[in-house]
């Protein structure tokens, strides 16, 4: 049996161990924070099952700990609190009883019976996280591993404790959670556990999209996220979740011609931004850059592959994915922005550029410039290293014209110099389609150079053009 040494627990275990030896119960740490001790990784949260009913030593640990924020799930027999150990801060820690599920075909909610150490161990998700170790002082830190986790750690492989495809049927978001811990552990999936996941793929249908998009975004946040997702693809889960973005896969050829898998593409893309920003939505809006391309799929034999209109396209499906994902809806503007300008700073790297250019990218892209031009970087995915080589020097130029152009801190934060009420009030309009107008022209003359950037120049411009269109309106009723 192999124990931990004494320095690797924080001092607030003990000290449950401790209280659990004074309430004459078993106590163990269990899960994930066992396996990240193992492998030397940071984690904050604490899973401690007991044997037997874990409400009264929830209220005892509260008690004697100093615990805040207490949570009790009597029905669930489990506790939350929050700890503070001496040393090493803050924990979150959950206190649950062993318990055994039965489940029913056709339902994600098991049956929770009292269970024993063993029946608890074994109903986990995978062989990493069936580890336990004991806390009361009788073998304190010794590791109970009755299915191989330590190995399999030191393997670097996910299996699961029991057979695989009763693992997936009665949780089905453990498919997700294989695909999450490949991506964030860098483990490989055992052969069976990835030919359970393609038989089992249509059951995570059952599972709340709320749950799968928390799993979801802990792939994307991982440090290299196309794992985890190739291994959705691979299996066939991504089809049932995100059907979109597994059509982008896949290549045709029409005379002698073929286009990039687009999907494969988009994977790398997004290793390319993980590895320059932890921003979830840059990724996601990489993710989904180029969603709208099968739609708008066509070959021609004088232009080949195109995918004319894809970043419109890809804008209402970036409103679709984000419905029934779930997801919060802040973060739309900001992916749609991506998807729809990731292509602008191209064109701009193929010839001069005019201030006015520059400006209206500027002004398009707000406070988001920098990860427009980061995502677009990332977009290039070339294996010729001299075209990769030729299109980062471009690019290069495209950001020292913005530099040149003097205004970059000024534009990424731009406001138009007056407001829409300003117009109404100046000019005596109702709220209607001739204010919009009336302020896109301003905001363009003012991005264009035309005036300067100043509220009263911007007033002035307003009223001239007024008075302009009516002049024009007059003239055009007189017979």
Not at 151 to 171: A, K, Y
Request: with cysteine.
């Amino acid at each position: 049996m192999t124990t931990l040494s004494q320095a690797s627990l924080p001092e607030i275990l003990n000290r449950i161990g401790d209280l659990a030896d004074e309430h004459g119960t078993d106590c163990y740490l269990v899960g994930g924070y066992v396996r990240d001790m193992i492998m030397q990784r940071p984690c904050t949260d604490i899973d401690i099952m007991v044997i037997g009913d874990p409400v009264p030593f929830a209220k005892t640990v509260r008690d004697r700990l100093h615990g805040k924020n207490f949570v009790l799930f009597e029905r669930f027999r489990t506790a939350q609190l929050e700890l503070t150990d001496p040393k090493q801060g803050a924990f979150k820690v959950e206190l649950v009883g062993a318990r055994k599920e039965s489940y029913n075909s056709d339902s994600r909610k098991p049956v929770t019976l009292i269970g024993t150490l063993d029946d608890d161990l074994s109903r986990r998700d995978f062989t990493i996280n069936a580890l336990a170790l004991v806390l009361n002082s009788d073998g304190r830190n010794q590791i109970i591993d009755h299915f191989h986790g330590l190995e399999d750690i030191n393997s670097r492989i996910l299996r699961t404790p029991l057979d695989p495809e009763q693992t997936f049927s009665d949780d089905p978001l453990r498919m997700m959670r294989a695909a999450r811990f490949a991506a964030q552990l860098e483990f490989r999936l055992v052969p069976e556990v990835v030919e359970a996941m393609k038989t089992m793929r249509e059951r995570i249908r059952i599972v709340s999209m709320e749950r799968i998009s928390k799993e979801f975004f802990k792939i994307m946040l991982s440090a290299r996220p196309s794992t985890g997702l190739i291994t959705l693809y691979e299996t066939e889960v991504l089809k049932e979740i995100m059907p979109e973005v597994a059509a982008m896969a896949g290549i045709e050829q029409f005379d002698g011609l073929g286009h990039k898998d687009t999907l494969f593409h988009t994977f790398q893309v997004i290793d390319n931004v993980a590895a320059k920003s932890e921003n979830l939505w840059l990724r996601i809006a990489a993710l989904l850059h180029d969603i709208g391309k099968p739609a708008t799929k066509r070959f021609t034999k004088s232009a080949g592959w195109t995918f004319h209109g894809h970043d419109a396209v890809g804008l209402r499906i970036v409103d679709r994915v984000f419905k029934y994902m779930r997801w919060p809806i802040d973060p739309l503007a900001y992916v749609q922005k991506m998807v729809r300008l990731h292509h602008r700073p191209i064109p701009l790297s193929k010839k001069e550029i005019s201030d006015s250019a520059i400006r209206r990218l500027m002004f398009d892209a707000g406070e988001d410039l920098q990860d427009l031009m980061n995502l677009c970087r990332a977009d290039v995915t070339s294996k010729n290293p001299r075209k990769v080589l030729q299109i980062m020097s471009n690019f290069n130029h495209v950001e020292k014209k913005i530099s040149e152009v003097g205004e970059k801190d000024f534009l990424a934060r731009w406001r138009p110099p007056i407001s829409g009420q300003d117009i109404m009030d100046t000019l005596g309009l109702s709220e209607g389609k001739v204010v919009g107008m009336i302020k896109k022209n301003m905001e363009n003359a003012v991005i264009d150079g035309l005036i300067p950037y100043d509220r009263c120049a911007a007033l002035d411009y307003i009223k001239q053009l007024y008075k302009e269109q009516s002049h024009d309106t007059q003239q055009s009723r007189e017979p």
